[in-house]
């Protein structure tokens, strides 16, 4: 009975020697700190600006200066970016994988760009990696060795022989510099071209007007029109007007116009739904004077040259067009008269003249048009 303790011992010997020789294998996965499984997702407002989750994870490589591997064991680590240029958020969950309980951290930047907040997470990802790797100065180019002191005068020695020379050592590959991070946003759409003005064409136009002084009383009278865009801000019209004939101040005579005109605008403002120019012309015509009397009495008062007379006159003034719909537009504008033949309508007997024409004479126009 007193050899069963001793047997006892020598078996848990046993068992321990070979659990200590056990495979690696057969122990239980460990945890690798130094690695991490990092998702990058990009919500609303950062597809566009915000880089990939491969470039993403490039970038954190890099700064480890080793590849982040997501074989075994490791810590997880899942970042949400979104946001707008001025407000940018990013959202960091890391599972650990020793047990301990997972944390949450959250980023802001107000930048215009997602680069700020971009950083912001990369880095936060690399020190949760590596706790030392901020600690790490960066790398630098090692500067060449300044040449050594000339040695005193010595008595030359002699040179070595052949098989103890050795060859010079090649230069090391100097390693292409990488582009900055973050990267550039990715560029914007260009904004589509601006309006170009309307192409030229020809205008007909039906008028009406109201004058003042080109007969002896107001009056109103009808008039067509025509216009052809030579150039982008040149137009070239024409057209003719009937006046109807107002009576003067006896009433047994009145006065009447019809003329036409030949001339051109420069468009001060054109574009499709508006166009505004000035405009000069020439007008050239007959006015004519009329007698009204019973047939079977003569008036009293006579005219010492009846009939028509040549009429000639400058014009210029202002033209507004609005394009309602389609080719229809409404026309407006003010016209001044300058005639070069002035009249003085005489009377027998040596009476005041019936009619004087007078220096300066105006008229106001509106329509409806149609571009072609």
């Known amino acids: 009975m007193s050899s069963a303790p001793a047997v006892l011992r020598t078996l848990?010997?046993?068992?321990g020697a070979c659990a200590a020789l056990a495979p690696a294998g057969a122990r239980a996965e460990e945890c690798d700190r130094a690695a991490a499984d990092v998702s990058w997702v990009r919500l609303a407002g950062a597809e566009v600006q915000c880089p990939a989750a491969s470039r993403f994870r490039a970038e954190i490589s890099r700064r480890l200066g080793r590849e982040l591997v997501t074989t075994g064991k490791v810590?997880?680590?899942?970042?949400?970016?979104q946001g707008q240029p001025g407000a940018w958020s990013a959202t960091i969950r890391t599972q650990l994988c020793d047990g301990a309980p997972p944390t949450v951290r959250e980023f802001s930047d107000h930048g215009l760009t997602c680069d700020g907040i971009v950083a912001a997470a990369a880095v936060h990802i690399m020190l949760t990696t590596d706790p030392e790797a901020g600690l790490a100065p960066p790398a630098a180019e090692t500067p060449p060795s300044p040449p050594p002191p000339p040695a005193a005068e010595t008595p030359p020695s002699p040179p070595p022989p052949p098989a103890a020379v050795r060859p010079p050592s090649p230069p090391e590959a100097?390693?292409?510099?990488?582009?900055?991070?973050?990267?550039p946003a990715e560029p914007r759409a260009a904004p589509p071209p601006a309006e170009g003005p309307p192409p030229g064409g020809i205008s007909v136009a039906w008028r009406g007007f109201a004058s003042v002084g080109i007969v002896p009383s107001p009056g109103a009278g009808v008039a067509l029109s025509g216009e052809w865009s030579i150039l982008p801000r040149w137009t070239l019209e024409t057209g003719a007007l009937w006046l109807p004939e107002q009576h003067a101040t006896r009433r047994t005579f009145?006065?009447?116009?019809?003329?036409?005109?030949?001339?051109?605008?420069?468009?001060?403002?054109?574009?499709?739904?508006?166009?505004?120019?000035?405009?000069?012309r020439v007008v050239a015509g007959a006015i004519y004077a009329v007698i009204y009397g019973d047939e079977q009495i003569t008036p009293t008062i006579l005219p010492t040259d009846v009939g028509s007379r040549a009429w000639l006159s400058l014009g210029a003034g202002t033209r507004l067009g609005v394009r309602i719909?389609?080719?229809?537009?409404?026309?407006?504008?003010?016209?001044l008269f300058v005639p070069m033949t002035r009249y003085s309508f005489q009377l027998q007997d040596g009476q005041p003249a019936g009619f004087e024409q007078p220096a300066v004479a105006g008229a106001a126009f509106g329509g409806v048009g149609i571009t072609f």
């Open 174 to 183: 100097v390693r292409s510099p990488e582009p900055p991070f973050p990267w």
């Open 75 to 81: 810590a997880s680590i899942e970042a949400v970016v």
């Open 325 to 335: 719909v389609g080719p229809l537009r409404l026309e407006t504008g003010i016209d």
């Open 12 to 15: 848990v010997s046993v068992l």
């Open 254 to 280: 009145a006065f009447g116009l019809t003329a036409g005109w030949l001339g051109g605008c420069l468009e001060m403002v054109r574009s499709r739904a508006l166009v505004f120019g000035l405009c000069g």
